[in-house]
């Protein structure tokens, strides 16, 4: 038996409201399970691309999750934004290039509970491995 994980979620960013406390909790559970902090200012991140800063002011309570997933082309991005507004989402960024990296390319919609969804393509890229094998012992 064989359990595939990793690399359906490009990154997820949770807005918090007690940024400090965030900190605190996180931190702790991610020594726990062995995931190293790589930052920490007015926001932190992980190496497994958690990103964890203040919610913005007047936010609704719990509507704070920002979750994007990975394309592996740019047609997809654009299926995933006309699929997402045909089923009740809100625009909040069509497709297009994003100046966080070069060949970042994404599209982004609010949920019907004001959740920021993003599905993102990265460009012309050589992945390490499709998934994490896990094959229990």
Request: glycine share 10%; net charge negative.
């Amino acid at each position: 038996m064989e359990f595939h994980r990793g690399r359906l979620f490009d990154h997820v960013h949770l807005r918090v409201k007690d940024l400090d406390a965030s900190k605190r909790f996180y931190r702790a559970v991610l020594e726990v399970v062995g995931v190293p902090v790589f930052a920490e200012n007015a926001h932190f991140f992980t190496a497994d691309e958690l990103f964890i800063s203040p919610a913005d002011p007047g936010a609704p309570e719990g509507r704070g999750v920002h979750l994007a997933f990975q394309a592996d082309d740019r047609e997809t991005v654009h299926r995933f934004h006309a699929a997402a507004l045909a089923a009740g989402g809100t625009d909040n960024g069509g497709p297009g290039e994003r100046s966080y990296h070069p060949g970042y390319y994404a599209a982004f919609v609010m949920d019907p509970d004001g959740n920021n969804i993003e599905v993102v393509n990265h460009g012309p890229a050589r992945k390490s491995a499709a998934s994490v094998v896990i094959t229990p012992a």
